[in-house]
């Protein structure tokens, strides 16, 4: 049974409205201000509450205000219960917070009705309240359950990453912090990069960072290189470069078919590993290989491999050549502005070659 | 009479004819307001119209219940009059003290004779 506390000084109207209700519901009366407030806070839990405005001592207004403004008793549905005749009551009662106004002398039936109308309004409040604290737990529950997916991707795509350099570093004696270089170069220049017109709506935070991730995987093919032109002492011969030059496509078909298999979990994580793969070595004046690309045809991600592929290379020691020094690998790279390299590209390696050299420093061979 | 001062078939009618709760009711009513003569003789010796409007208001919320009408709009009357700062409504309040008095006595002498079923 829902239980109706009804506040009246007069003891006569509480009489009544507890003779109205007291057949349908469990009927509390106080008969002040002061002593509701005595009630309620020993624990009284009404469902509804019928409240006179003038009384004396604290009066309705001020008790509703005090109900509105407790959170353990602000759902409580207030009607009040007046002689008070005018408009004016009635909306400075309704901006006390209270829900309805009843006006006396009172029609038992419209008393009733009124209670039962806005007790079911009560309880649908309360069904909304708790659908929607379901649907919170559950979103709740749902991008954990995503978040816990998204890690365990990362993971997994770390282990491919991690499993497919230590393949190529077992076949390469060059390899070596090459790999780690490179990705920070590549990161940098593209760091240095995303306020830049052209590439400012490509270089984003993820996809800087699945640059960086992808970055590693630039020589893979290589691992389909016979050791024997892959570790050559020496420069290769002209069949052994056409040989050598294959390793672009046989990086970019082993990431393309791992990319077919994980095609559901779908980043672009894979497709920036096969771009760098397979078009790091393009040109920006098409001289380059696989494809002859040239300019902004060849993939970006792979245009800042080529910058940064080539400073490392220039800067390491190789069976055939001594390192360049950083200013002379600077120089080179300048040279290239335009002809090997993406000229934008090319000349922000030149602004940040301090950068450069940093990183050459902390994952020297 | 008594039926000088309450509706007493509209009394009986809205609570169906339950002889029982009108009695009830009316004894409330006189042992809720005996003091209420006295409350208003002071409230108009303090000339404090701001109270007489509030007791005023009580009294007509009582009044409505028990269906007392001439009580109700002469009480009626001398809340707006309170609430509109009208200085003759002191003497007014003062004579519906004396009516009160009297209706109280008639309501007195009404339940005497009667019996609660």
């Known amino acids: 049974m829902k239980r109706v506390f009804c506040i009246d000084d007069e003891p006569v109207s509480l009489l009544v409205l507890a003779d109205l209700l007291t057949d349908e519901f469990d009927v509390t009366t106080a008969g002040s201000g002061e002593a509701a407030m005595v009630l309620l806070h020993d624990g009284l839990q009404p469902d509804i509450i019928l409240l006179d405005i003038i009384m004396s001592g604290m009066s309705g207004y001020e008790l509703c205000q ?24 009635e909306a400075y009662g309704l901006e006390m917070g209270a829900e309805d106004f009843i006006h006396k002398p009172f029609h038992p039936p419209v008393v009733k009705a009124r209670i039962h109308t806005h007790l079911q309004l ?10 929607n604290e379901d649907l919170e737990a559950l979103v709740v529950e749902r991008t954990s359950a995503i978040v816990r997916k998204t890690e365990q991707l ?27 270089r490179t990705q920070h170069y590549v990161r940098a220049l593209a760091e240095a990069l995303r306020d830049h017109p052209r590439f ?19 020589d893979i093919g290589k691992v389909a290189i016979p050791d024997a032109i892959l570790n050559k002492p020496g420069k290769l011969t002209a069949e052994e470069w056409e040989i050598m030059k294959t390793h672009a496509y046989h990086g970019y078909n082993a990431i393309a078919i791992t990319e077919r298999s994980l095609m559901e979990a779908g980043d672009n994580f894979l497709k920036f590993a096969r771009e760098i793969a397979y078009s790091h070595h393009e040109k920006w004046d ?31 020691r190789r069976a055939y050549k001594a390192p360049f020094t950083h200013e002379t690998a600077m120089e080179i790279l300048a040279e290239g502005v335009g002809k090997h390299f993406d000229p934008d590209i090319a000349t922000a390696a030149l602004r940040i070659g301090d950068r450069f050299r940093e990183i050459a420093e902390q994952f020297a061979d | 009479m008594i039926d000088e001062y309450i509706d007493m078939p509209a009394l009986q009618g809205q609570y ?28 108009v010796e303090a000339q404090d119209l701001s109270a007489l409007a509030a007791e005023a208001h009580r009294l007509k919320g009582a009044m409505v219940m028990v269906h007392a009408m001439p009580l109700l709009l002469q009480i009626g009357e ?26 109280l006595e008639c309501l007195q002498a009404y339940l005497g004779g009667q019996s609660p079923d």
Not at chain 1, 122 to 131: E, G, M, S, T
């Open chain 1, 66 to 89: 005090k109900i509105k403004s407790d959170s353990a008793l602000r759902e409580i549905p207030v009607l009040y219960i007046s002689s008070l005749a005018s408009g004016e009551d």
């Open chain 1, 122 to 131: 009560a309880d649908a409040r309360k069904q909304l309240q708790r659908r």
């Open chain 1, 154 to 180: 990362l993971a997994a795509q770390s282990a491919i990453i991690s499993a497919f350099c230590a393949l190529a570093e077992t076949r390469d004696e060059e390899t070596g912090n090459h790999i780690r």
């Open chain 1, 200 to 218: 400012k709506t490509a270089l984003d935070e993820p996809t800087i960072e699945l640059y960086y991730r992808s970055a590693p995987l630039h």
């Open chain 1, 286 to 316: 098409g001289s380059g290989y696989p494809q002859g690309l040239a300019g902004d045809a060849i993939p970006l991600s792979a245009r800042l491999m080529a910058v940064a592929d080539v400073y490392d290379a220039l800067i390491s």
């Open chain 2, 16 to 43: 169906k004819q339950r002889q029982a709760f009108v009695i009830k009711l009316l004894v409330l009513m006189l042992e809720s307001h005996a003091d209420v003569p006295a409350k208003l003789r002071q409230i």
């Open chain 2, 78 to 103: 001398i809340e707006s009059s309170a609430k509109s700062g009208d200085p003759d409504v002191f003497m007014a309040a003062e004579q519906y003290a004396v009516i009160l008095e009297q209706f």
